[in-house]
């Protein structure tokens, strides 16, 4: 169904409308609940939450056309609301020892994971959802002349990322430089001032800027090698029932009503706990002064 028909459905109240949104989007949102919270209980609570809220507030959307990215906030905001379950770990396997490209994936999660919160998110709603730029500048709370910036600029972060966790992934051996960086470590980590000297020494030797991946590397690439949650046949039952049993009304009101801070747009206000930073490789970078281009 078209969104605007899904739009209409709701609006009228329509008994079938829930579902129908449900099989238009659940997946996509499940999807970006995980994203944010690495466990799949939680996902789909958030994900029950966000049909419940956009059940109830769809008269506030203005315009039907943005409803994906009006559903894409609303479950922002209802993953701000939970705390992660997980100390960072998700709960579905990076990769598993079976696969050719194990390495490769393990490499892409860990830098995908230590970018700048926002430049992570940003990646993924627009390359692996597929939003607009002015949906995700929705999204993401930003001006759509700053979205073009902060993709530009999350792209060169995961570029650098990637040089960090390649760099690490080598080991000592082959480079005494790139030895004596990665002998600072603590507890085997990357700090924020190991992964600046590492980009630094790259960006002084010969051997290890081989190692560099291009500016033409493929950021949508290194995404599709970081796992992308997929809801269980059942949950879509258990979301149903939320909206018919008469037992959980107060629930869904409650649900409908925490949030009461809507833009002129009719999207929910601001989620907290969403930083909004970006470029922080090239801030470290910066202050270290490297000595080449490459990586400034």
């Given at each position: 169904m078209e969104d605007?028909?899904?739009?209409?459905?709701l609006r009228s109240r329509d008994p079938g409308a829930p579902a129908a949104v449900y099989d238009a989007y659940a997946a996509r949102l499940y999807a970006y609940c995980?994203?944010?919270l690495l466990h799949q209980d939680a996902a789909q609570s958030a994900l029950r939450d966000t049909l419940i809220v956009a059940e109830a507030r769809i008269g506030r959307l203005r315009d039907p056309s943005a409803l994906a990215p009006w559903l894409y906030t609303i479950a922002r905001v209802e993953c701000s609301h939970r705390a992660k379950l997980t100390d960072g770990s998700p709960d579905l396997a990076i990769a598993r020892h079976d696969q050719d490209?194990?390495?490769?994936?393990?490499?892409?999660?860990?830098?995908?994971?230590?970018?700048?919160?926002?430049?992570?998110?940003?990646?993924?709603?627009?390359?692996?959802?597929?939003?607009?730029?002015?949906g995700?500048?929705?999204?993401?709370?930003?001006?759509?002349?700053?979205?073009?910036?902060?993709?530009r600029d999350a792209e060169e972060d995961l570029r650098l990322a990637l040089t960090v966790e390649i760099l690490a992934r080598l080991g000592p051996h082959g480079c005494r430089g790139r030895g004596g960086v990665l002998?600072?470590?603590?507890?085997?980590?990357?700090?924020?001032?190991?992964?600046?000297k590492l980009l630094a020494h790259a960006g002084e030797c010969a051997l290890c800027e081989s190692h560099v991946p291009s500016k033409a590397f493929s950021p949508a690439k290194i995404l599709g090698l970081s796992p992308y949650a997929r809801p269980p046949a059942s949950l879509r039952v258990r979301v149903m029932n939320c909206f018919t049993d008469p037992e959980l009304q107060g629930y869904r009101l409650f649900v409908a009503t925490r949030n009461?801070?809507?833009?002129?747009?009719?999207?929910?206000g601001r989620?907290?706990?969403?930083?909004?930073?970006?470029?922080?490789?090239?801030?470290?970078?910066?202050?270290?002064?490297?000595?080449?281009?490459?990586?400034?």
């Open positions: 605007g028909l899904l739009v209409e459905a995980w994203f944010h490209d194990a390495d490769r994936r393990t490499v892409a999660w860990r830098a995908l994971r230590s970018l700048p919160p926002q430049a992570h998110e940003a990646l993924e709603l627009r390359m692996r959802h597929h939003l607009s730029l002015p995700l500048a929705a999204v993401l709370g930003v001006s759509r002349r700053r979205i073009r910036v902060l993709l002998a600072e470590r603590v507890a085997g980590g990357l700090d924020p001032n190991v992964r600046a009461t801070e809507f833009t002129a747009a009719g999207f929910p989620s907290r706990g969403m930083p909004a930073s970006a470029g922080f490789f090239g801030m470290v970078l910066r202050n270290l002064r490297p000595s080449r281009n490459m990586i400034a």
